[in-house]
């Protein structure tokens, strides 16, 4: 069985910075895409940024030059650096892998962003 696992989130305050951690394990043949959603209060869950395995990234606009996504493939591990931190950032950030053809979620982390 496929699982992820988050690590890595907190409060922190405006300007402040932030690494999330996503660890895949299991049954596990190949890893695609990986990337993170987040959804804050009372809105749908969006996309913040993905990586392919060839290292390709895609950002939403908002996170653009502030946050980097990377991974490590001999860890199948995704992580997410976040830097120069808004309180419009506050969300549960969620890690999702598309995995020997599956999509996962991971169970989510909350980053809170306030003074």
């Known amino acids: 069985q496929v699982q992820l696992v988050e690590s890595g989130g907190g409060l922190v305050q405006p300007g402040g910075s932030l690494r999330l951690s996503c660890a895949a394990s299991g049954s596990i043949f190949s890893i695609r895409t990986m990337g993170w959603y987040r959804q804050a209060p009372g809105k749908q869950r969006a996309l913040v940024a993905t990586i392919n395995s060839g290292g390709t990234t895609n950002y939403e606009d908002s996170v653009k030059g502030r946050f980097t996504i990377s991974r490590d493939n001999a860890k199948s591990t995704v992580y997410l650096q976040m830097n120069s931190l808004k309180p419009e950032d506050t969300a549960v950030y969620y890690c999702?892998?598309?995995?020997?053809?599956?999509?996962?979620w991971g169970q989510g982390t909350q980053v809170t962003v306030s003074s």
């Open positions: 999702n892998a598309r995995i020997d053809n599956r999509f996962y």
